[in-house]
């Protein structure tokens, strides 16, 4: 795992090879410190050589200021490091989550993923670009301080030469828990950002059913455990520093005074003293960042396994690209024996056959779970089938780029998701590149443009989170809108008018005939008014095609169609020829309900 991570850094040699640099070049700056220390005491104070004062103040201060310069010149470069890696790092997983198919969503929690991307990734770009390289600059001036040790003092240098060894033994038989500790912190983050994100989505439902006491209750649990978590992991930290330096402490007692001693013998000097003193201190810093770089390195390694786990999750809808659609592409679908599942032994579509001509409109009814959708979904390849396949214009959908099937394909859906920008790029999200002129084509056409006229911003109103802004029938509307710029050959619409009052209904379904014109069409729909004008009704039941043909054959037929038909608009007319529902006339300034016209609309 540690090499896998490391590869993330191959990108970055123009920052990391100058720190690599700096992390060889500073250490020494400040090793060679106490050396003067020792020149300045034995050479000048003691023999009293004013002379030699000036020069070695100067080279004394020089030597801190180079030290000063290159950790500030390290620092900097370890920032843009960090922040270049979480950009890439983020775009990674951005680019993951895009190729991820629908299976994933559905499993997946918005909230766990938002955690990979706010906590896990800054932490895992942090031990990389900040830790591995104060580490490295660590190790060498540790070597290079031993060494110098030595050769003032082999006496005083196996004193206090044994505490850095001792420090990051020590720090790495103590750091091991925190991997553990660490990863299930990280996990209850994601947990906490789950709660966060299902409370802030769900705030009506929770205001609506008085649970705001039982929310906060979950909340706060979720914190403490968090807390307490993190607290465990701050105490190891903490107890083991405490402890390095009460060591640290007391090795610089026995350094002064078995040196002091020394120099009483008169087997080193003062100045000698002093320096290994001030080595002594100088090497306790990067044994404790040796020590940091243990700590960091758990914890890290507990965000990278959640981060790799998530990007070696293969998307179960792949790409092949062997061919390409005949031009100009007709619509043509056909669905060849196709069954599918979403979980083993549980089948949502069953040997399912049909077969579409260009520009046909498909109706979909049946009851919740026959598999409507699903079916849908199978032509733009949200899903693959299980068994059998599913063609547009005679070939393979899993033979063609995913690019090019989905630029056919237009989708209207009941809950129209709207992205917090303005309403002119709402609509351009239906095609990259288009021009106004053809915004407003589009607007006008989906009968979009009157109320968009009095926004008060016009097409660059900001629509909200979600759209929130703006009515039902209205987000549907830009909804079509979107669809009729992308002028795709296949249009997918899933229950676009079931939650839309008589007059916004009256709108869609004005701008849907335009949207229908020449494409081959699928509409799944529960409320059967909306289908009565399709050329052909497939009624579907567990994953079967039970009944087809027109709404006046299925009426005809009495089965499952006849008996969803009557739940809704009563018993049939067999004078109508059972053709129309029932109507009924509904005074002014009332909604309509099933079965009653308003401006000719029939509910």
Known sequence: MFLRCLAELSGFWRVWAPLVALAIVTPPTALAVPLVEKQLIDLAILPLRLDLLPGLMALYGGLWLLNTLGYALSGSLRTRLCEELMLRLRQHLFDHCERLSLAFSRQAHSGRTMALFLDDIPTLAQLFSTTIFAGMASVIALLVGVLVMFSLSWQLAIVAGLVPPMVVGVAALATRPLRPIARQAQDKAAELAERLQENLAGVREVVAFGQEGGQRRRFATTLDELLRLRWRVTLIDTTIRTGQQLFSLAVTVVVLGYGAYLVIQGETTLGTVVAMRTLFLVLLQPAGQVFGLMTGLQRALGAADRVYAFLDQTPTVQERSVTHLPRPVAGAVEFERVSFAYEPDRPVLRD??????????????????????????????????????????????????????????????????????????????????????????????????????????????????????????????????????????????????????ARSEQLVQAALEVLLRGRTTFVIAHRLATVRRADRILVLDRGRIIEQGSHAELLQARGLYRELFELQFGEVDRHAGGTEPPRVAVPAGRRAGPGQEVDGWTR
């Open 352 to 501: 399912v056959s049909l077969a579409t001509r260009p520009g046909e409109v498909i109706a979909l009814v049946g009851p919740s779970g026959a598999g409507k959708s699903t079916l849908a979904s199978l032509i733009a390849r949200f899903y693959d089938p299980t068994a059998g396949r599913v063609l547009l214009d005679g070939v393979d959908v899993r033979d063609l780029p995913l690019a090019e099937l989905r630029g056919q394909i237009g989708m209207v859906f009941q809950d129209t998701f709207l992205f917090a920008t303005t309403v002119r790029e709402n609509i351009a999200f239906g095609r990259a590149g288009a021009g106004e002129d053809e915004i407003v084509v589009a607007a006008r056409a989906a009968n979009a443009w009157e109320f968009i006229e009095r926004l008060p911003d016009g097409l660059a109103t900001q629509v909200g989170e979600r759209g929130v802004q703006l009515s039902e029938g209205q987000k549907q509307r830009l909804a079509i809108a979107r669809a009729l710029l992308r002028d795709p050959r296949i249009l997918i619409l899933d229950e676009p008018t079931s939650a839309l009052d």
